[in-house]
């Protein structure tokens, strides 16, 4: 009797496309190498490819990967938020925008299964749209720091439905910053 298994599981497909998601990035820049800011490339006769180094913390890098399109409403778009994660070599798209709709994942109710099959669609667009980067010839040349880091929605990171709870934690937080007794240097 055999012991292994012909067709992995659902969730060892996801870490698997992960795995090549951050490869696929990896081919494009290295994120670890950059600082938080606006970075444009541009290959003769494509659109321009902006990225947006969001956040850079010891383990972990948020950026927004999205195309400038000259004739198009937003300019930008597709735009795809990531979470790269150095140390796993994993890297996900935690949200996208197509079209100026934005499609956002973790609403409160929303059943597992239904997350983990949007999860697996969204990474795999992404995974081909990489790959469609890569062989455009986005890998060549370098990376062209443009400014610092634009100014981008912070509820793209709260679910929908949780809205109102963070904002009533930042209003609590900002109370208490404001009873606490100044402190003298």
């Not at 399109?69 to 798209?93: G, I, K, L, N």
């Not at 609403?107 to 667009?125: H, K, V």
């Not at 720091?145 to 929605?153: R, T």
């Not at 679910?159 to 209003?171: K, L, V």
Request: net charge positive; charged share 30%; proline share 6%.
């Amino acid at each position: 009797m055999n012991n292994f298994k012909v067709l992995p599981n659902a969730f060892e497909w996801l870490l698997g496309l992960y795995s090549d998601n951050f490869e696929r990035l990896k081919r494009l820049f290295d994120a670890r190498q950059m600082v938080p800011g606006r970075y444009l490339r541009e290959v003769e006769g494509q659109p321009a490819l902006l990225l947006d180094v969001l956040e850079q913390q010891p383990y972990t890098t948020l950026l927004r990967l999205s195309l400038r399109f000259a004739d198009s409403m937003p300019a930008e778009d597709p735009e795809s938020y990531w979470r790269v994660y150095h140390d796993a070599r994993q890297a996900e798209v935690t949200h996208c925008r197509f079209d100026a709709h934005r499609v956002r994942l973790f609403a409160p109710d929303t059943p597992a299964r239904l997350i983990a099959q949007y999860r697996r669609r969204m990474n795999s667009f992404a995974n081909k749209w990489l790959e469609h980067l890569l062989e455009s010839g986005y890998a060549d040349g370098h990376w062209r720091l443009i400014g610092g880091v634009p100014e981008w929605d912070r509820a793209l990171v709260i679910a929908p439905g949780a809205e109102e709870e963070a904002s009533g934690r930042a209003r609590s937080g900002a109370q208490r910053r404001s009873r606490s007794p100044a402190r003298s240097a």
